[in-house]
């Protein structure tokens, strides 16, 4: 299971405007050269180390991937702000087949449930709309919202991987569900027309776009006027603490490019890139809210059986010699040592939820 709880609000209002091209034009229109940074030290809002009631299973120096320009920020020869260069390619794209892994994916959703609800309240949605649910997966949260309007708004799921459309369509096939249905369509080419949706949402998907920005202009064009949208991405590296601890294991045995995909997962998670990019994409009323998620689990046994047998680290796995291999499950249970009370396992992870409307 998971638990779920608000940690921090940021609301953003800014002068009504269409999509902007600012992001997916850097360098070329920034109109200075940029640099790397001399220091090479993580940002201020990037920080250093997990929060203190992680425990005492962190070590100093055990950061993975926080410097500035794992996130893609860069500094300007001028002196001015640092920017977010490329935000589209920041970080590496090894990220599991999800098509391979649909069948198994479900094994997550009572960890992630608390998000999809999160979602759902600020969503707000009601009787007689469209909702359109991005990124769907294998169906969440499009068919709890689903589920519990009866018909009484049509949803509508898309996603570009062809194996979560077949997972999330076959749950709608066996339960009858009513004004429901799952297409495999990427986020940047919607095949939809413009202005009918009244919401739309997106669980843990922009940040895994192909162009999140070109996903999000996508999401607003098909949005009517005023209409609402919500949607999560996962925070900063140390705070992904699951995939934090898969990094720690794997960094020094394989290369950089079988690392799991953390610089993708956290792209947009730093301080202020999440309302710079919903800006760009011509949002301009919403509010951006830092949240806690903690992983339940009755032991780390049984933590590590739901990594193995889900299959979401199958590549570097794979990419391991069988002696290898073994050592992975022994060297991940020291982190969550401290994090067992009461004789549960909560493993904390850190999440930002934007709201608002077109």
């Known amino acids: 299971m998971g638990t779920d709880e608000s940690l921090e609000v940021s ?14 034009e850097f360098p070329q229109k920034i109109g200075v050269p940029l640099q790397e940074p001399k220091n090479k030290q993580p940002l201020n809002h990037l920080p250093q180390e997990p929060p203190k009631s992680w425990g005492k299973s962190w070590k100093a120096g055990q950061t993975c991937f926080t410097s500035a320009e794992r996130h893609g920020l860069m500094v300007r020869e001028d002196g001015e702000q640092p920017v977010r260069k490329e935000v589209v390619l920041a970080g590496k794209d090894n990220q599991p087949d999800w098509n391979r892994i649909a069948e198994k ?19 707000e949605a009601r009787p007689g709309e469209r909702v359109l649910d991005l990124a769907s997966g294998t169906g969440e949260p499009a068919l709890t919202l689903a589920r519990r309007m009866n018909g009484a708004v049509e949803v509508v799921g898309v996603d570009s991987a062809e194996g979560m459309v077949r997972a999330a369509q076959a749950k709608v096939d066996r339960e009858g569900l009513p004004g429901v249905s799952f297409h495999c369509m990427p986020a940047e080419r919607l095949t939809l027309a413009d202005e009918t949706f009244d919401r739309a949402l997106c669980r843990f998907g922009v940040m895994l776009f192909g162009d999140p920005l070109v996903g999000l202009k996508e999401m607003r064009r098909v949005l009517k006027p005023g209409g609402r949208f919500a949607l999560a991405v996962w925070s900063t590296p140390e705070t992904m603490t699951t995939m934090w601890w898969a990094c720690q294991v794997f960094k020094d045995r394989l290369p950089e490019e079988k690392h799991p995909a953390i610089d ?11 309302e710079e990019i919903l800006g760009a994409a011509g949002f ?8 806690a998620l903690h992983y339940e689990f009755d032991s780390f046994d049984a933590f590590w059986d739901r990594v193995e047998a889900s299959e979401i680290l199958k590549a570097q796995f794979d990419a391991l010699p069988p002696e290898e291999r073994a050592k992975i499950r022994d060297e991940v249970a020291p982190f969550a040592r401290d994090l067992v009370h009461d004789g ?5 992870h850190e999440y930002l939820l934007a709201a608002g409307n077109r």
């Open 284 to 291: 301009s009323t919403f509010t951006v809210e830092r949240r």
């Open 344 to 348: 549960l396992l909560r493993i904390p």
């Open 264 to 274: 993708k997962v956290t792209s947009l998670g730093g301080r202020g890139v999440l």
């Open 105 to 123: 994916f479900d094994m997550w959703l009572p960890q992630l449930a608390p998000v999809g609800e999160a979602l759902l309240s600020a969503l």
């Open 11 to 24: 609301t953003m209002s800014r002068p009504t405007q269409g999509p902007s091209s600012s992001l997916e």
